[in-house]
């Protein structure tokens, strides 16, 4: 896994057109992704929000092709979601930017740190959460909230407190926390395997 992650990002064909590997790679982890969504294996927060497995099959995309393929995977994931899901485009869209966060956090780290190890991992995942709380904060602030559960403002915040008893921040901020650790550590966990009995045809 080391020497392929170490190399990730570098199979797209030239000009940057992906090959049918991936395309057939992409479809195969899209629909996975898919397939979790729809599958009981989640915990839901009272507000509404899924700690699940669903974006682990694009992070581990990335591992395997790319930040360029994983992007077009979440894509066609999202779009997925948004017609198989009861939250509709509106999951769809959060899920898009919450697990566009950790791809970032996870291509920063793949610029700054030359081995894929230790360090590579958790400034993969601060970098992630950095990127993911604030936005998902600002999203469920403005975007995401109001419409799930029809208030805003002052009441949007206490109503939140109210259902989960922490301040606000810290009951949006807590929960993707603890989604980009399943998120990458899902992933990688299962990328040893899949790098070692696939190695040869991704």
Known sequence: MEQKLKNFGTNTGPGGVMNAKEVALTALMAATGLVLQVSPLKFKTPWGMNI????????????????RTAIFGLAVLALGISLVSTAGPLGASMKFAATLSVLLGLEVAKRLVNDVGIKFFALGYATSVAIRGPLMLVLNYYFALPLWLGVGGDLLIRKVEEMTGLPFWLAIVLPNAIQTVVDILGAAWIATPVAKRLGHII
């Not at 699940?52 to 930040?67: C, E, H, K």
């Open 52 to 67: 699940d497995l669903v974006a682990v099959p694009i992070v581990l995309l990335y591992f395997l092709t790319g930040l």
